[in-house]
């Protein structure tokens, strides 16, 4: 006679056990498929100890983030630090120049240096993107614009130390406002930033910073020959001071938004050679 626990059981597996799936391990039996197993015969691996996805945690910005740590060393290693150099050495020669005569200079030749200080580091930054191997980095796996921004974040906080050191080798009576001065100096060299991304933008070569360094020196020059009333170099005590202020402002937005526009990867020329066969290919 059969008890009755064997008749309940011949009738279906009973809810939670493993029931063999055609030799492919046990299958719950709720029929969502088959357990994973440790391969070894060991039964089924329990849920918690499963472990993550192949591409949990692996998305585009991790490996993006990983990328640019490797490429850190060999791009501080590449960014041109003659030219930096030189041109911050010199500005803070500019700066330090007012300490000389016995009676500190007022605020209007202070202006003075500190504007010419700020050109002589634009002069400088505006070889930032050089790059000997441009065309051998181009096809990295990092975009432009993140190796150019490697190369912005990098610069970054050398150039707020360098201005810092600038304006206090000014002697309290010749600094001009702070403020005022600061901005001035924030757009001269983004426009130099903003000149040298405009190169690599429209042109092939891999060392641009001599042109963009022309070009900042040939619009400050055009700068210094506008009337104070529509220019940019007004003196504090000058009727136009805060209107010229505007105007540094509107020229720093411009040359932040041209550099942002320009960063992208160069724009491909399309050029026509003529095939063997005759015909013409784009």
Do not use: N
């Not at 590449?78 to 016995?102: H, K, Q, V, Y």
């Not at 891999?206 to 020959?225: P, Q």
Request: hydrophobic share 45%; net charge positive.
């Amino acid at each position: 006679m059969r008890r009755v626990g064997d008749a309940a059981g011949a009738e279906g597996p009973t809810p939670g056990r493993l029931t063999p799936s055609g030799g492919h391990g046990p299958t719950s039996s709720d029929g969502r498929g088959p357990i994973p197993s440790d391969g070894h015969g060991h039964g089924p691996i329990p849920a918690h100890s499963r472990g993550p996805t192949p591409t949990a945690g692996r998305g585009p910005t991790r490996r993006t983030g990983a990328l640019l740590r490797s490429l850190a060393p060999p791009v501080w290693r590449s960014l041109p630090w003659a030219a930096l150099t030189a041109g911050g050495g010199l500005g803070l020669l500019f700066a330090a120049s007012t300490r000389l005569p016995d009676q500190a200079p007022g605020a209007e030749v202070g202006l003075t240096v500190l504007r010419v200080t700020a050109l002589t580091g634009g002069l400088g930054l505006a070889f930032l993107l050089d790059d000997p191997a441009r065309h051998t980095t181009a096809a990295s796996p990092i975009g432009r614009p993140y190796r150019a921004g490697l190369r912005l974040a990098m610069a970054a906080p050398l150039l707020a130390l360098w201005w810092t050191a600038a304006l206090l080798l000014v002697p309290g009576p010749t600094r001009p406002p702070l403020g005022p001065v600061t901005l001035e100096a924030l757009a001269t060299v983004t426009c130099a930033i903003a000149l040298a991304t405009a190169a690599v933008r429209f042109a092939d070569g891999a060392e641009v910073g001599k042109g963009a360094a022309i070009w900042l020196g040939a619009a400050a020059a055009v700068a210094g020959l506008v009337p104070a009333r529509w220019g940019l170099l007004t003196q504090p005590a000058g009727r136009w001071w805060e209107e010229t202020h505007v105007r540094w402002a509107v020229l720093l937005a411009v040359t932040l938004a041209s550099t942002a526009l320009c960063t992208p990867e160069p724009l491909r020329r399309r050029s026509v050679l003529l095939s063997p066969a005759g015909g013409v290919r784009g």
